[in-house]
């Protein structure tokens, strides 16, 4: 059974830091895309945020946090991270990560809350 856990988020405040793990068991994060989305609010649609590719060398954000986010991946945890920097309000929203591929497997998410 894959499972993906979703760490690391928080409270901060505006132009503050955090940096989201996804540990996942079950399947190899080598060999595939990882994705991170959030989502807003209850309700809203998950947006995506950022990829890297199967060999880690390529990656790609949403235009919201290109220039702040970073995903990285560590093979030998089995684990994606999501560095998060200059954190905005916008960016409030519960953070997942997944394969990319269907079918999507969603963990808990991990909630982020950037505000003063």
């Known amino acids: 059974q894959v499972q993906l856990v979703e760490s690391g988020g928080g409270v901060v405040q505006p132009g503050g830091s955090l940096r989201l793990s996804c540990v996942v068991s079950g399947r190899s994060v080598s060999g595939h895309s990882m994705d991170w989305f959030r989502r807003a609010a209850p309700g809203k649609d998950r947006e995506w945020v950022a990829?890297?590719?199967?060999?880690?060398?390529?990656?790609h954000y949403a235009d919201s946090v290109k220039g702040r986010f970073t995903i990285s991946r560590d093979h030998d945890k089995n684990t994606v991270y999501l560095q998060m920097n200059n954190l905005k309000p916008d960016d409030t929203a519960v953070y997942y990560c997944?394969?990319?591929?269907?079918?999507?497997?969603w963990g808990q998410g991990t909630q982020v809350i950037v505000s003063s």
């Open positions: 997944n394969f990319a591929l269907p079918p999507p497997i």
């Open positions: 990829q890297i590719s199967q060999t880690d060398d390529v990656t």
